[in-house]
C-alpha cells in the first residue's frame, strides 16, 4: 500500500460495473484515487445503450449512479479507448491497478443453417439506444418479424418493433430512430423459446407491461403451457419464476381485444434455418416443435413449421470484446479470472471451460496478471442482474484492496493526479469529464423540453463531445 500518497486505481468502463466498482473503492477504510476510462464520450454503459427507451424505470438507476460519480475521490475520462488511445503498459506508469469492467456489446452466433441472415440484438438495441457505433437508420419493411429468445432483450426487441413510431416518439429517441420507427410495417411479431413457460428468462414486469399499449395483443397458445416435474420444481423454488408462469397462463386465455398489432409467445419451438430468396431476403424461418423430458429440459420431436417472415433477430445472447493487451478466455469470451484477479492467459475454444470463475480448481493454480482485475459481464459474461453486479464489485475490489495491502500491483512512476492529465493532453486526446457529462445532460434535457419530452438523446459523437465541452 503505498505511503502518504492515495492508492490509485483506474476503472475501465463507466457503465454499472466500473462506478459499483468505484463506489466500493470509496467506501473502503483506504485511501483511494479513482479514474474512470470509457470509451464513449457519455457515461453509464448498458445503462445508457442498452436499455429500451420505453423503460425510464430502469433508467432511474442513474440516479444513484450519479451519486457515486460527484464523489470527489472520482474522476471520469470520456472519450478515451484503453487498448487503442492508451495502452495497459502506459497506465502502470500513473496507477497501482487497473479493474477492466468493459462489459459485452457484441452478439452471440446461432448455429443454425442462415444464421447469417439474422440480425443481432445488438445491432438493433444499439440503432434505438442511439449509439454512435451503430447504423443510424433501419430497414423496418417486414409485415412479420421473428425473434429468437425468450429473455428481456427479445421482449424489448419485439415490444420495440410491435409498437408505433408515434408511441415511442415521446421517450428520449432523436430524430434519426423516430424517422425509421415511424416506417416500420411489422404488424406481426413472433418471439421463440425452445423450452416453456417456466424456462423463460423475462422478468414479470416486463411481461406485464406489453399489454399496456393499445396497438399491441399479445397471444400465447394455450398449448404451449405445459409443465413437467421439474418445471413445477423451477416455479416453487422462484417466486419469479412463478409469476412469469402465472402471466402467460393468463395471456392464454386472454379474450382478444382487436389491437392491431399481434406479439406472438410461442414456446417449445427451436431454431433450425432460415430461408432467403434468391436475392438473400429472409422469407422463411423454420422450428422444430420440442417436448419436455421431466427435468425441465427438452427434446426434438422432429416436427417442424416454417413460418414466413421477412427478418429474423437474434437474442441469445451477448458477448464481450476482446481487450486489446490482455489475456482472453476464448471459450466463454471474458477475461480469465479468479474472484476478479485476472490470470496471465485463458484457455482455448477447446480448453478448460470455466477458469473465469473460483469453481474451476485448476484455475487457483494458474498465475495471476498482477495489478489487473475484472468486475461485470467482461469477467463472468452477461448474467445476473444489479445485485449480481454489486457483488462482483465488491469482491474484486477486496482482493484488489488485499493484494495492494501485501505490495502486489503495479510501481506507478507518475502518481501525481495532473500527471493523467497531461500524459492525455500529450498524446492529443480530448477527454470529457463528469463536469462535461451535466453539460450534455442538461443540453439533451434543453432539447426534449422544446418537444414536451424529459430528454432527446444526442446520437452524433462529435456532437456529444463538443456539448461535453461546452462548445
Not at 422462484?238 to 395471456?251: F, R
Not at 432539447?447 to 463531445?465: C, H, I, N, T, Y
Amino acid at each position: 500500500m503505498p505511503e502518504n500518497r492515495p492508492l490509485r486505481v483506474a476503472v475501465i468502463g463507466s457503465g454499472p460495473a466500473g462506478i459499483y466498482a468505484s463506489d466500493a473503492l470509496t467506501k473502503s477504510d483506504v485511501d483511494v484515487a479513482v479514474d474512470i476510462f470509457e470509451r464513449m464520450p457519455a457515461p453509464f454503459g448498458l445503462i445508457r445503450y442498452g436499455v429500451a427507451p420505453d423503460h425510464p424505470r430502469i433508467k432511474g438507476i442513474i440516479k444513484s449512479l450519479h451519486k457515486v460519480m460527484d464523489k470527489p475521490e472520482i474522476r471520469l475520462f470520456g472519450n478515451v479507448n484503453v487498448g487503442t488511445d492508451v495502452t495497459l503498459d502506459e497506465l502502470k506508469n500513473y496507477y497501482d491497478a487497473v479493474i477492466y469492467a468493459t462489459g459485452a456489446t457484441d452478439d452471440r452466433d446461432l448455429r443454425i443453417p442462415g444464421a447469417e441472415h439474422t440480425i443481432g440484438a445488438g445491432e438493433f438495441v444499439g440503432f434505438y439506444d442511439a449509439n454512435p457505433d451503430f447504423e443510424p437508420d433501419w430497414n423496418l419493411e417486414a409485415d412479420s418479424v421473428a425473434v429468437i429468445g425468450v429473455g428481456n432483450v427479445g421482449l424489448d426487441i419485439a415490444r420495440v418493433l410491435a409498437k408505433t413510431g408515434d408511441e415511442l416518439h415521446v421517450t428520449e429517441i432523436p430524430d434519426n430512430v423516430y424517422e425509421s420507427l415511424k416506417k416500420n410495417k411489422a404488424t406481426e411479431v413472433h418471439v421463440f423459446g425452445r423450452r416453456g413457460p417456466a424456462q423463460a428468462k423475462f422478468t414479470p414486469l416486463e411481461l406485464k407491461e406489453l399489454n399496456h399499449s393499445d396497438t399491441i395483443e399479445v397471444v400465447v397458445n394455450p398449448e404451449d403451457i405445459d409443465y413437467d416435474a421439474g418445471s413445477e420444481e423451477a416455479r416453487r423454488a422462484s417466486k419469479i419464476q412463478d409469476m412469469v408462469c402465472t402471466l402467460l397462463e393468463q395471456y392464454a386465455i386472454t379474450e382478444p381485444k382487436g389491437a392491431p398489432h399481434k406479439l406472438y409467445l410461442h414456446f417449445f419451438e427451436s431454431p433450425v434455418e432460415v430461408k432467403t430468396d434468391d436475392n438473400g431476403k429472409v422469407t422463411t424461418f423454420v422450428t422444430e416443435r420440442t417436448e419436455l423430458t421431466g427435468d425441465g429440459s427438452v427434446r426434438g420431436t422432429g416436427k417442424l413449421t416454417e413460418w414466413p417472415v421477412g427478418a429474423v433477430y437474434r437474442a441469445v445472447g451477448y458477448k464481450s470484446d476482446r481487450q486489446n493487451d490482455l489475456p482472453w478466455d476464448e471459450r466463454e469470451n471474458v477475461l480469465p479470472n479468479v474472484g476478479g484477479r485476472v490470470l496471465t492467459e485463458g484457455p482455448t475454444a477447446d480448453g478448460i471451460a470455466g477458469v473465469h470463475g473460483s469453481a474451476d480448481p485448476e484455475a487457483e493454480k494458474r498465475e495471476r496478471l498482477p495489478g489487473v482485475y475484472t468486475t461485470g459481464w467482461v469477467r463472468r459474461g452477461p448474467v445476473g442482474l444489479i445485485g449480481n453486479t454489486k457483488g462482483d464489485a465488491n469482491e474484486a475490489v477486496a482482493n484488489l484492496l488485499t493484494d495492494a495491502a501485501n505490495g502486489i500491483g503495479f510501481d506507478p512512476a507518475n502518481p501525481e493526479l495532473d500527471a493523467v492529465e497531461k500524459f492525455l493532453a500529450d498524446k492529443g486526446l480530448t477527454p470529457t469529464t463528469w463536469d462535461g457529462w451535466h453539460r450534455l445532460d442538461e443540453h439533451e434535457r434543453a432539447l426534449g423540453e422544446a418537444e414536451g419530452r424529459e430528454r432527446k438523446k444526442v446520437r452524433e459523437w462529435d456532437e456529444m463531445v463538443k456539448h461535453s465541452h461546452g462548445a
